[in-house]
C-alpha cells in the first residue's frame, strides 16, 4: 500500500455503509473502503441489488484494489444495549477508525453520521450513488453473510445459513420450536419477551 504521504490527500474519500441492521440475529457489520481512482472496478452498487455471485466476485477485488478497507462490528450485546442506530454507528466508527490510511473526509450510506473526528457527510441512497460506499455495502454484506453461515453450524436449527438471521417465517417458527440463541437481539420483537436465562 502506498504511503499516505506520497498520495494526493484530495482522493482519501472513505465510504461507509453497514449490513445487517434489521435481523433477529447476529452482529451488524459496517465497512469503509477508501477506493483507488488509478484502478476502478466496475459493476460496484448497492450489495442488495446485487446476486450474491457477483458479490463475492467483487468483494476480493475491492480488498485488492482499494487503497484502504475495513470491516468492524457491533454485537448483538451491544444491539441490545445501545439500540440499534447507536450499535450501528459504533460499528461505522470503528470501521472509519481501523482504515490503515486516515481519511480526509468520510461518505455515509444513511442520514446519520458516527461521531468522528474527521469530517463526514451522510447521504441517502448512496450505495447506489456513490462507488465508494457501493464498495463499503459489498464488503460488509459479503462479510456478515459468512459470519452468519458460521453461524449456522454452531446453532444449527435455525436456518441462519439461509436466512442469515432476518425474521422470515422459517426462522420465527425455529425461535419458537428451539427458543433463541446467545447470538439472537433480546430487544428485537418478537424476542424482547423471550426468557433472559435463554442469552
Known amino acids: 500500500m502506498q504511503s499516505q504521504t506520497m498520495l494526493d490527500k484530495s482522493i482519501l474519500i472513505a465510504g461507509v455503509d453497514e449490513a445487517g441492521r434489521g435481523p433477529l440475529a447476529g452482529p451488524v457489520c459496517a465497512a469503509a473502503v477508501i477506493l483507488d ?9 448497492d450489495s442488495k441489488k446485487l446476486s450474491p455471485a457477483r ?32 450499535a450501528t454507528l459504533l460499528a ?4 472509519v477508525e481501523s482504515l490503515r490510511i486516515r ?18 457527510e451522510a447521504i ?10 457501493g464498495a463499503a455495502s459489498i464488503l460488509a454484506k ?8 458460521e453461524l449456522d453450524t454452531e446453532c444449527p436449527g435455525y436456518g441462519f ?21 446467545r447470538w439472537h437481539r433480546f430487544s428485537f420483537a418478537p ?3 423471550a426468557h433472559s436465562s435463554a442469552r
Open 124 to 133: 441517502v441512497g448512496g450505495d447506489g450513488s456513490v462507488p465508494a460506499i
Open 191 to 193: 424476542l424482547s419477551k
Open 161 to 181: 445459513a439461509k436466512h442469515k438471521g432476518y425474521p422470515t417465517r422459517e426462522h420465527l417458527e425455529a425461535i419458537d420450536r428451539l427458543g433463541p440463541c
Open 37 to 45: 481512482p488509478a484502478r476502478p472496478i466496475a459493476g460496484i452498487g
Open 55 to 86: 458479490r463475492e466476485r467483487l468483494e476480493p477485488l475491492i480488498r485488492e484494489q482499494a487503497l484502504a478497507w475495513s470491516v468492524a462490528w457491533a454485537s448483538a450485546e451491544e444491539i441490545d444495549r445501545l439500540n440499534i442506530l447507536q
Open 103 to 120: 481519511p480526509v473526509k468520510v461518505l455515509i450510506d444513511g442520514n446519520r453520521c458516527p461521531e468522528l473526528d474527521i469530517a463526514a
Open 142 to 149: 459479503v462479510a456478515r453473510d459468512r459470519l452468519m453461515l
Open 92 to 95: 461505522m466508527r470503528r470501521a
